[in-house]
């Protein structure tokens, strides 16, 4: 059993910044993928960002050049800093882990707004 706890949430002005943190405790040695999904409202829940164990990242294309995913593998952590913030980027934001099976965190909301 993985559990994952999100932090790193909040309203931010357009063209803000905002960075969100998940930390992985539990069966964390079977972990290989870790990342970020997002589900705005009366919509489905989309991949934004992953991340392997080795470093190998995939981002949807609407966040390209504006989020970065890293990951602390000593601290079991995963990071999403999200740069030049757009309204559209509203949704919670939950990240992921996958080992046996896709484990999920309870989610963070991310409201960009004036």
């Known amino acids: 059993q993985v559990r994952l706890v999100e932090s790193g949430g909040g309203l931010v002005q357009p063209g803000g910044s905002l960075r969100l943190s998940c930390a992985a405790s539990?069966?964390?040695?079977?972990?290989?993928?870790m990342g970020w999904y997002r589900q705005a409202p009366g919509k489905q829940r989309d991949l934004v960002a992953s991340?392997?164990?080795?470093?190998?990242?995939n981002y949807v294309d609407s966040v390209k050049d504006r989020f970065t995913i890293s990951r602390d593998n000593a601290k079991n952590t995963v990071y999403l800093q999200m740069n030049s913030l757009k309204p559209e980027d509203t949704a919670v934001y939950y990240c992921?882990?996958?080992?046996?099976?896709?484990?999920w965190g309870q989610g963070t909301q991310v409201t960009v707004s004036s």
């Open positions: 992921y882990a996958v080992s046996k099976r896709t484990n």
């Open positions: 539990g069966s964390i040695f079977s972990i290989n993928v």
């Open positions: 991340i392997t164990r080795g470093g190998i990242t």
